[in-house]
C-alpha cells in the first residue's frame, strides 16, 4: 500500500468557521475524511497534518521523506 501525506498549511483550520459565505461550511475535519476515504477506496494510506507554523511543515516534510511515497501540500496561507 502506497502511504501519501496531506499536509494543510495555515489557517486552514478555520475553514467551516471563517467567512463561510466565500470558503463555504466544510471543515478541515471533513476535507480530510472525505480525502481519506477517497484514499482508501484508491488502495491508499492518507495521512493529513494541519499547522499555522512553517517550521513545523516542513519538519514533517523531512519525516513524511523517510516513508511516504508522496506528499500533497494544500498550503493555505503559505
Known amino acids: 500500500m502506497r502511504n501519501i501525506v496531506v499536509l494543510n498549511g495555515p489557517n486552514l483550520n478555520l475553514l467551516g468557521t471563517r467567512e463561510p459565505d ?3 461550511h466544510a471543515t ?3 476535507l480530510q475524511s472525505q480525502v481519506i476515504a477517497w484514499g482508501t477506496d ?3 494510506s492518507v495521512e493529513t497534518f494541519q499547522s499555522n507554523h512553517e517550521g513545523e511543515i516542513i ?3 523531512h ?3 523517510e516513508y511516504a511515497d ?3 501540500i494544500n498550503a493555505g496561507a503559505l
Open 28 to 30: 478541515l475535519y471533513d
Open 42 to 44: 484508491q488502495g491508499l
Open 70 to 72: 508522496g506528499i500533497i
Open 59 to 61: 519538519e514533517r516534510v
Open 63 to 65: 519525516q513524511a521523506g
Open 22 to 24: 466565500v470558503y463555504g
